[in-house]
């Protein structure tokens, strides 16, 4: 969901979605009327005959030939009599149903006042004309519904081109801020802005200049093209680009190598690739829209250490041209950063570039000395 936020491609996938689920819908309210339709129109169709024929009878024939056919009419009045117990278990079936279905009209009610977001489908962009690559968090304060302040009052800057770092221990609370900078979790109080305007504005203005790599990057049962492409039509996904984003993420030589090359098939997750295979494939679609401002939460912690830092050092190349934001536990990859910002329990300890960090924390001097920097 944060890498179609950032890419402003939820309009493309609501269609899609909501599309296929309406044809389902309406597939199956057909196969369910069509089923009982014939013997209902035959049952009534046979009743109805039999009172015209017995209407007939008895006004043109004699009396014995009317009973007679009065006595058919009885016969075939007993085989509507399962049709209508099958109607009565029908609309038991949904006054019962009406109960389970309640929440659902009662949120339709609600949400009929609600003025839908304005999700428009655009086609993709690599020129991100006007766009900075900067990100403003003041003095933000964020809870979840127990009511337990996971981020207080934190603040942090970002110019375009630099390269910052967030880290902490586990719990401290570094994903919840990447996702309300993301805009994908709403802060209590104080303000997100990314090129001067709040995340969800600055997504829809220039979609794919800010890109976003998870922990463990979703791969979906197609090809390499659209994995890369995720979220657009193939007709858009061009090969050069594609080309240059598995490069930086170095994961060319391998696609070179297979049968299809960008059009051979992952598999159901992406089951054809190893975990680090996958991770690099993450990468590349991010980098696949020229981004300005890139986003990591841990996106190479399931990388072997020489990937790791062959990746850095293609990352690390962009330092002045690309604002890049990265959440790491392992220190080796934000050594070089130009900012640090150090969380614990949701509030910034301390903020510095590393060597700085060293002589104010003791806590980050013992996880640096741990990890022999």
């Known amino acids: 969901y944060r890498e ?9 996938y609501a269609s899609k979605i909501g599309g296929i689920r309406l044809d389902l ?14 013997k209902y129109i035959l049952e009534i169709a046979l009743v109805i005959t039999a009172l015209l024929l017995a209407s007939y009878q008895f006004s043109s024939t004699t009396a014995f030939r009317a009973i007679a056919t009065l006595t058919v009419f009885v016969a075939a009045s007993t085989r509507i009599l399962p049709a209508i117990l099958r109607l009565q278990q029908g609309f038991l079936g949904i006054k019962v149903s009406l109960a389970q279905a309640k929440p659902t009209l009662d949120l339709i009610e609600e949400f009929a006042s609600v003025i839908p977001e304005n999700l428009e489908i655009k086609p993709i962009s690599r020129d991100h004309k006007d766009f900075k690559g900067s990100v403003k968090v003041s003095e933000v304060c964020f809870e979840y519904e127990t009511k337990i302040e996971v981020l207080n009052n934190i603040s942090l800057s970002a110019d375009p081109g630099d390269f910052i770092a967030i880290v902490g221990g586990s719990g401290a609370g570094k994903t919840t801020l990447v996702d309300v900078i993301l805009g994908a979790l709403e802060q209590k109080s104080g303000t997100v802005e990314i090129s001067g305007k709040s995340p969800k504005s600055a997504f829809s203005t220039w979609p794919g200049a800010v890109a976003y790599v998870p922990q463990d990057s979703p791969v979906i049962n197609g090809t390499i093209r659209e994995n890369l492409g995720l979220g657009y039509p193939l007709s858009d996904v061009e090969a050069l680009h594609c080309w240059e984003s598995l490069k930086i993420a170095r994961l060319d030589e391998f696609v070179a190598t297979l049968p299809n090359k960008l059009d051979t098939y992952v598999g159901d997750r992406g089951t054809r690739l190893s975990g680090g295979q996958r991770q690099r494939l993450g990468i590349a679609r991010a980098l696949l829209t020229n981004p300005k401002l890139l986003i990591l939460d841990e996106a190479t912690s399931s990388l072997d250490a020489l990937t790791e830092s062959e990746i850095s050092q293609s990352l690390r190349s962009f330092k002045g041209k690309i604002t890049l934001l990265v959440i790491a536990h392992r220190l080796s990859t934000v050594v070089e950063a130009d900012k640090i910002y150090f969380l614990e329990k949701g509030v910034v300890r301390g903020v510095g570039n590393f060597s700085e960090l060293k002589q104010k924390l003791p806590e980050f001097l013992t996880q640096a000395e741990l990890m022999g920097l």
Request: charged residues 20%; positive net charge.
């Open 25 to 38: 819908a309406n597939g199956q309210a057909k196969m369910s009327f069509l089923s009982g339709l014939s």
């Open 4 to 12: 179609l936020l950032v890419r402003d491609r939820r309009g493309y």
